[in-house]
């Protein structure tokens, strides 16, 4: 069974930084490319950004609205993938989640960006 | 990119059909969509995957009350014999090489 475990969410004042992680399970995660996909309470769903595998060079991209202070990352050796937040807006509260591909999603995480 | 355009809301009566629309932007029109439920509260969860030919395959225990089809720009998501449980948020999605396109989602309301 897939699994994806998101954690390391939280209250976080505005400028400040945090780093989600997304522990995988269940299928080839050195193989599948990982993406983050976010929600603000109460809209839809928005496309943060995407790593794909080693064998693509880890290339990364990102959605224009957080190009620049987001970075995403993985460790094959801890089926794990990173979203790091840096720079934090009120506008970038929401859930986060991770995904592996269209078909499998996380729980997703909370993130409040706040004074 | 492609854009994805869905109407805001839907509503249908218990045991009832409803046909959801996703249509895709000028120019992507043959592209492969998928369609997500997200109920309130939760994770959203992949129902299917929809080629422009009408084509789908559906996710691990996505129940046959669930189909999809295609006509040009527009795929499609009908639910039949509506249950209370499908009262949810519907989401479709596509993709090219460097990102993912969500539309702005369906909320179905089950009457």
């Known amino acids: 069974e897939v699994q994806l475990v998101e954690s390391g969410g939280g209250l976080v004042q505005p400028g400040g930084s945090l780093k989600l992680s997304c522990a995988a399970s269940g299928f080839t995660f050195s193989g599948s490319a990982m993406h983050w996909v976010r929600q603000a309470s109460g809209k839809g769903l928005e496309w943060v950004g995407r790593i794909r595998t080693k064998a693509n060079n880890y290339a990364t991209a990102y959605a224009a609205s957080v190009k620049g202070r987001f970075t995403i990352s993985r460790d094959d050796s801890k089926n794990t993938a990173y979203l790091q937040m840096n720079s934090l807006k009120t506008g970038d509260t929401a859930v986060y989640y991770c995904?592996?591909?269209?078909?499998?999603w996380g729980q997703g995480n909370l993130v409040t960006v706040s004074s | 990119q492609p854009v994805l355009t869905q109407s805001s809301s839907a509503s249908a009566s218990l045991g009832s059909s409803v046909k959801l629309t996703c249509t895709l932007s000028?120019?992507?029109?043959?592209?492969?969509i998928a369609w997500h439920q997200q109920q309130p509260g939760k994770a959203p969860r992949y129902l299917m995957k929809?080629?422009?030919?009408?084509?789908?395959n559906k996710g691990s225990g996505v129940p046959d009350r669930f189909s999809g089809s295609s006509s040009g720009a527009d795929r499609y998501l009908t639910i039949s014999n509506l249950q209370s449980e499908d009262e949810a948020d519907y989401y479709c999605?596509?993709?090219?090489?460097?990102?993912?396109?969500f539309g702005g989602g369906t909320r179905l309301t089950v009457l």
């Open positions: 000028s120019g992507h029109s043959t592209y492969i």
């Open positions: 995904t592996s591909s269209i078909a499998y």
């Open positions: 929809l080629e422009g030919s009408g084509s789908y």
């Open positions: 999605e596509t993709w090219d090489s460097n990102t993912r396109v």
